[in-house]
T-cell receptor, first 113, second 114 residues
Framework: AQSVAQPEDQVNVAEGNPLTVKCTYS??????LFWYVQYPNRGLQFLLK??????LVKGSYGFEAEFNKSQTSFHLKKPSALVSDSALYFC???????????FGTGTRLLVSP | DGGITQSPKYLFRKEGQNVTLSCEQN?????MYWYRQDPGQGLRLIYY???????QKGDIAEGYSVSREKKESFPLTVTSAQKNPTAFYLC?????????????FGPGTRLTVL
């Protein structure tokens, strides 16, 4: 069965510092991986996705993610955090079957001034 | 939140009542989805539809029902059989054709049982 794990409930980082939000996955076949962000009482916004090719994927708002097949990980990164990046981040995976996304439990990112 | 609208934003239900959540999209997407979000549990799939007049159960379909009579609309009914309906409900849509197509989400409806 597919599963996505986000081992940290919350990540705290100071503004201007680099941030990493961790994600590991377990899917059959080739993985299709996504990151979404959610602000309070809002829907999810798509940040980036990995399909194939370059292991470093660049997305919206300066975020990027590194795909590591041997570690089955897809960590979200940003070189310099902003206070406005504070939100709930979800990692999701889909296999080569039907378009059914499996979500992690989410990681709350708190960026302090 | 793109071209997906959900209404109402907040909904209060008395025990034993059925309520219907609206989801409309103008993105011309064939696929639509309903998710339930509970704190600390991520998003769980309730129902999905890839084409008009067809839909399938997701992981937690018990106590819910849907219809897909129009491409742009996918309403969700929370029935009295759903024992713990208080949650944040999210509707999404996507292109059909490959597992790499991202889903677009609406702003959500927060349902509270009184």
């Amino acid at each position: 069965a597919q599963s996505v794990a986000q081992p940290e409930d919350q990540v705290n980082v100071a503004e201007g510092n680099p941030l990493t939000v961790k994600c590991t996955y377990s899917v059959s076949g080739n993985p299709y991986l996504f990151w979404y962000v959610q602000y309070p009482n809002r829907g999810l916004q798509f940040l980036l996705k990995y399909i194939t090719g370059d292991n470093l994927v660049k997305g919206s708002y300066g975020f990027e993610a590194e795909f590591n097949k041997s570690q089955t990980s897809f960590h979200l990164k940003k070189p310099s955090a902003l206070v406005s990046d504070s939100a709930l981040y979800f990692c999701a995976a889909m296999n080569t079957g039907f378009q059914k996304l499996v979500f992690g439990t989410g990681t709350r990112l708190l960026v302090s001034p | 939140d793109g071209g997906i609208t959900q209404s109402p934003k907040y909904l209060f239900r008395k025990e034993g009542q059925n309520v219907t959540l609206s989801c409309e999209q103008n993105l011309n997407h064939d696929a639509m989805y309903w998710y339930r979000q509970d704190p600390g549990q991520g998003l769980r799939l309730i129902y999905y539809s890839q084409i008009v007049n067809d839909f399938q159960k997701g992981d937690i379909a018990e106590g819910y029902s849907v219809s897909r009579e129009k491409k742009e609309s996918f309403p969700l009914t929370v029935t009295s059989a759903q024992k713990n309906p208080t949650a944040f409900y999210l509707c999404a849509s996507s292109i059909v054709g490959g597992p790499y197509n991202e889903q677009f989400f609406g702003p959500g409806t927060r349902l509270t049982v009184l």
